[in-house]
């Protein structure tokens, strides 16, 4: 009997032994209930009950936790979107009691909330206003909240709208709305430098009409002047105006021409207008070359002046 005895003695004391103790982690609180009525909160660390008497009825996560919720609603110009809200929460260490009694699937309950709130806001925006004060509809959903699960031993840490997902055809929308008002600013920016290159264009083309009316200006003004001089050299010869005029006028008739015959691929018709005009032109021309005779002449003699003084003065 005595063989028998020790051995299921032994075994009833480890038995006991580990009913005794136990052990709470960190950030952790363990119900202990003695006969289904709750006895007390234990904390991290190496704890005592009575066994039998006493059991462990569950535990209590005191870390912060995360409870995602996708709410799908409808704002205010009829469009459906998801939402995806995240609460981030915690049990209040003094109301584990709360935490655990009141409350059967707390993460329902804080779903039912954010839903609730959710479902109240959105409708009241249009879609750009929901991604525009997302964060106004976090800090809705955190007051309902918080002012809902205080009572159960809960504290609301945060919410935050992390995801605004519209219906695909929506989004579709909205990428060709974005795509044809970049292609309007691309369209009027393009418009825009085409007409800064006309205008430049413009301005370039009126500088260098501008200029080059100037340079015939003064090209003229040159002729005119050469002209000038040319029919005061010719008086001072001997040859009166009209004699002179006629003689330049034959002058430019043969440069004409001759600039005209060093391109062969141009032609010149000269007609004149009546036949007294071919006349006149005719002793226009004859005038002209006895006007250049004379000069010849008078500069023949003019040079058989200066040579003959030249060589009076030698001797």
């Known amino acids: 009997m005595g063989v028998i005895f020790w051995p299921i003695a032994f075994f009833l004391a480890v038995v006991l032994l580990l009913g005794t103790f136990f052990i709470v982690k960190q950030q952790t609180a363990a119900v202990v209930e003695r006969f289904g009525r709750f006895q007390s909160i234990r904390q991290s660390g190496l704890q005592l009950k009575i066994p039998v008497f006493d059991r462990i009825a569950g535990k209590l996560n005191l870390k912060i936790q995360q409870l995602d919720v996708i709410i799908e609603t409808k704002t205010k110009d009829n469009v459906f979107v998801k939402l995806k809200v995240s609460v981030q929460f915690v049990v209040i260490k003094d109301k584990a009691y709360d935490a655990f009694y009141k409350l059967e699937y707390p993460h329902d309950q804080i779903t039912s909330y954010v839903f609730d709130v959710v479902r109240a806001e959105v409708p009241k925006l249009k879609l750009d206003d929901v991604f525009e004060r997302k964060d106004d509809i976090a800090i809705a959903v955190k007051s309902e909240l918080n002012e809902a699960m205080m009572g159960y031993g809960y504290d609301i840490i945060k919410t935050l709208v992390t995801d605004i997902d519209p219906d695909i055809q929506v989004k579709n929308a909205m990428n060709r709305i974005n795509a044809a008002d970049r292609e309007k600013t691309a369209a009027e920016f393009e418009a825009e430098a085409s007409r800064i290159r006309i205008v430049a264009k413009a301005k370039a083309e009126a500088e260098s009409k501008r200029l080059q009316g100037q340079g015939i200006a003064d090209q003229r003004r040159e002729i005119a002047r050469g002209l000038v ?42 007609l004149p207008n009546s036949p007294q005009a071919g006349s006149d032109m005719l002793n226009n021309m004859v005038a002209s070359f006895s006007a250049s005779n004379q000069v010849g002449e008078a500069m023949k003699k003019a040079s058989e002046k200066k040579d003959k003084k030249d060589n009076e003065a030698s001797e």
């Open 229 to 270: 001089e040319s029919v005061d050299v010719l008086n001072k010869v001997g040859i009166n105006s009209q004699e002179a005029s006629a003689l330049i006028v034959v002058t430019q008739h043969y440069d004409t021409l001759q600039s005209i015959g060093q391109d062969t691929n141009s032609n010149l018709i000269l």
